[in-house]
C-alpha cells in the first residue's frame, strides 16, 4: 500500500465499507465451501454411517483407519485406474483436438470464422447428463449413428457401452467432443496474442513452418496451456454424469467406474459418509500434486 | 494454385470439424420428432419420415419434465442473482478499495480455485439437512453462492474504472455503499452479463448438487428427472430424445443469443494475474 496518494473520504471509512461489502461473500464461501473442505476432513476421520445420520452421537473417531481400508479396497484401484485414463487419455486428446481447430480458425485464408468458432463451442454449453443420453444411443450396437458410419469403412459393429475394453474410449470420445471447443475459444485468443512481427523476423531469417510453430507458437502458448492443463485436471478428475447416465453407475464390471461416482455411492447411496470422505481427501490430494506437478513443468520450462 | 489448395484444405478439414460438433445434436432434435420405435426401425433412419410432436406432448402430460423445466428455470435464477449481487459487492471492494490484507485475502481464494468442490459437499449436505434445507430449492440453489471465479471477473473489470469518479462523488458526500449502487453497479454491466450467463448456465446443467440435495421427485431440475427417466423409459429413445431437447435447447438458444457475453467471460477468466 505504500507510496500510493490519500484519498479523500478517509481511510478507516473506506476499509469499513470494503470489508461490509467483503462480508456477504466471504461469509458465503467460508461457510458453502472453506468450512465443508475442514470438515470433509474430520469426518474423514469417523465411522460415520446410516446410524450416524439417525443420532449424531453414534459417531466415533478412528483415525486414519478409512484410509487404511480404501487403500485395500480393490474398487478404490479400479476406479482410480478409470478416472487416470479419462484425465492422461482425454486430457490430452481434448487439447490436441482443440488446438487443431484454433489452428484452423487462426489461419489467415480462413472464412467464416465466427460462425464455425460458435458451432465448435456449442457442444460445450449443452447439458452433460442430456448429452450423455444422445451418446448412449448414439452408441448403440445395432442402432446407433456412430455405429453405422463406422460400417461404412467396414468396421464390424461394436457393442461400445457393453464390452470392458470399449465402454472407456466411448465415454472419453464424448468428453472430447463436449469439451473441445472450450478450449479452442481460449487458444485462439492466445494464438491472437502473438505479435505478427515474431513470424515475420524469424521467417527474415530463413525458418520454415515446422519451425514458427515449435519456436514460437507453441513456447508463447505455454500460459494458456498450463491454465487448460489446470481446469482440465480439475474438471476431468470429477467425471461422474458420464458413467451415471451411460453404463447405469460403472458397468460394465466396473469399468467406467470413476472416484466420483465411488464417493458417490459410498455416502449417499449407502450412508458410509466417513468412508466417502476418504475417498473425496484421496481425490483432493491427487488433484493438488497435479496441479503442483504442472505449475512445475512451466516454472522449469522457464528458466 | 498452392495457395487455393491450402484454402481448400483450411475449410474442408473446418466443415468436417462443424459436421461432427453438431450431428449429435441434430440427430437428438431429428430423433425427438420421430414416432415411437422408428429410430430404432432398422436401417435408422436420420430424419423422421412424417415429424410428430407426440413425445414433447407426452412429456408434459404423461410424465412432469414441465414441473421439472420450471424447478430448473427456478433454481437457475435464484442462484444467479444471488451471485451477482455478492460477487459484484465483493469484486468491486477488492478492485478498488483499500483496506489493509486485501492483496493477502484475495490471493487466499485464487488458491482454493484449485480444490475441487465434490470435497466440499458431503459436509455441505449434512450441514444443510441440519438447516432443514434438504429438498429445497434454496438448498439447490446455495453453493453457487460459493463460486470464487465470479470475484475474480468482477475485480478485473471493475480496475477499469477510473479513481477520479469515485473520489468526485466522495467528495460530493456520497457513502460507499451508494456509490457501489448507483454508479459502480451500472458501469459493471457488461461483465454483469457475462457473469450472470455463466452461472444460469453452470447451474442448469449441474448434475451432482441437484441430485444429492433434491430427494422428492417433484422438486427434481430437468438433469436429475432426465437421469431418473433413463432407468424405466431407456427403451422410449424418442421420448427421451425429447427430454434431451427441453434440456439442452433452453440454454443452447441462450448461449447464441448472449455468446459475445459468454466468450468475453471465458477469455477474461483465463487472464492471468
Do not use: C
Amino acid at each position: 500500500m505504500a507510496g500510493e496518494k490519500p484519498r479523500p473520504g478517509g481511510m478507516p471509512h473506506e476499509i469499513q465499507a470494503a470489508w461490509l461489502l467483503l462480508l456477504p461473500g466471504l461469509a458465503a464461501i467460508s461457510i458453502l465451501f472453506l468450512v465443508p473442505i475442514g470438515a470433509a476432513f474430520l469426518l474423514s476421520l469417523t465411522d460415520f454411517d446410516i446410524y450416524t445420520l439417525g443420532d449424531f452421537a453414534n459417531m466415533r473417531f478412528i483415525g486414519l483407519k478409512n484410509y487404511g481400508a480404501l487403500l485395500r479396497d480393490p474398487l478404490l484401484w479400479k476406479a482410480m485406474r478409470n478416472t487416470a485414463l479419462f484425465l492422461f487419455v482425454g486430457g490430452p486428446l481434448t487439447l490436441g483436438v482443440a488446438l487443431a481447430a484454433a489452428l484452423l480458425l487462426n489461419s489467415r485464408v480462413a472464412r467464416w470464422k465466427g460462425l464455425f468458432r460458435t458451432i465448435f463451442f456449442a457442444p460445450y454449453v449443452t447439458t452433460l447428463v442430456a448429452v450423455a443420453v444422445v451418446f448412449r444411443y448414439l452408441y448403440h450396437p445395432r442402432f446407433g449413428l456412430i455405429g453405422q458410419a463406422l460400417g461404412w469403412f467396414g468396421i464390424a459393429p461394436i457393442d461400445w457401452l457393453g464390452d470392458p475394453r470399449w465402454a472407456m474410449p466411448a465415454i472419453i470420445l464424448l468428453a472430447v467432443w463436449k469439451n473441445f471447443g472450450y478450449a479452442t475459444i481460449l487458444l485462439v485468443a492466445g494464438l491472437q496474442s502473438i505479435p505478427e512481427s515474431l513470424y515475420e523476423a524469424a521467417r527474415i531469417d530463413g525458418a520454415g513452418s515446422a519451425q514458427l510453430f515449435r519456436k514460437i507458437t507453441m513456447p508463447l502458448l505455454a500460459p494458456t496451456f498450463l491454465f487448460l492443463g489446470v481446469i482440465t485436471t480439475i474438471g476431468y478428475f470429477q467425471f461422474f454424469a458420464e458413467p451415471y447416465v451411460m453404463t447405469d453407475g460403472g458397468k460394465p464390471l466396473n469399468a467406467t467406474l470413476s472416484v466420483g461416482l465411488l464417493m458417490y455411492k459410498n455416502g449417499f447411496r449407502w450412508w458410509s459418509m466417513g468412508y466417502a470422505a476418504s475417498i473425496a481427501f484421496v481425490l483432493f490430494i491427487v488433484v493438488l500434486a497435479l496441479t503442483a506437478v504442472q505449475f512445475w513443468i512451466q516454472k522449469r520450462g522457464e528458466a | 494454385m498452392r495457395r487455393a489448395r491450402g484454402t481448400l484444405l483450411v475449410h474442408a478439414a473446418l466443415v468436417v470439424g462443424a459436421v461432427l460438433a453438431l450431428t449429435p445434436l441434430v440427430w437428438m432434435i431429428s430423433a425427438s420428432l420421430m414416432r415411437p420405435g422408428e429410430a430404432s426401425s432398422f436401417p435408422p433412419p436420420f430424419l423422421p419420415s412424417r415429424p410428430t410432436l407426440g413425445n414433447y406432448v407426452d412429456l408434459f402430460t404423461r410424465l412432469s419434465l414441465g414441473r421439472a423445466a420450471a424447478n430448473s428455470v427456478l433454481i437457475a435464477v435464484m442462484a444467479t442473482l444471488g451471485v451477482l449481487l455478492l460477487n459484484s459487492m465483493a469484486g468491486y471492494a477488492f478492485a478498488k478499495l483499500r483496506f489493509p490484507g486485501r492483496d493477502r485475502v484475495f490471493a487466499l481464494l485464487l488458491a482454493a480455485l484449485v480444490i475441487p468442490a465434490p470435497v466440499a459437499m458431503l459436509p455441505l449436505f449434512l450441514m444443510l439437512r441440519s438447516a432443514g434445507l434438504v429438498n429445497t430449492y434454496v438448498g439447490a440453489a446455495m453453493p453457487a453462492l460459493a463460486g470464487i471465479i465470479g470475484v475474480f471477473l468482477i475485480r478485473q473489470f471493475a480496475r477499469s474504472i477510473p479513481d477520479d469518479l469515485l473520489d468526485a462523488a466522495r467528495l460530493e458526500g456520497a457513502g460507499e455503499f451508494r456509490i457501489y449502487w448507483t454508479i459502480v453497479l451500472p458501469l459493471l454491466r457488461p461483465v454483469l452479463a457475462t457473469l450472470g450467463i455463466v452461472t444460469f448456465l453452470a447451474t442448469w446443467n449441474d448434475f451432482v448438487w441437484p441430485l444429492v440435495i433434491l430427494t422428492d421427485e417433484s422438486r427434481y431440475t430437468l438433469p436429475v428427472a432426465l437421469a431418473g427417466l433413463i432407468g424405466e423409459h431407456s427403451g422410449d429413445l424418442e421420448l427421451m430424445m425429447a427430454g434431451s431437447v427441453l434440456t439442452v435447447l433452453p440454454v443452447l438458444l441462450l448461449f447464441l443469443l448472449l455468446q459475445r457475453y459468454y466468450i468475453e467471460g471465458i477469455t477474461l477468466g483465463s487472464v492471468k494475474e
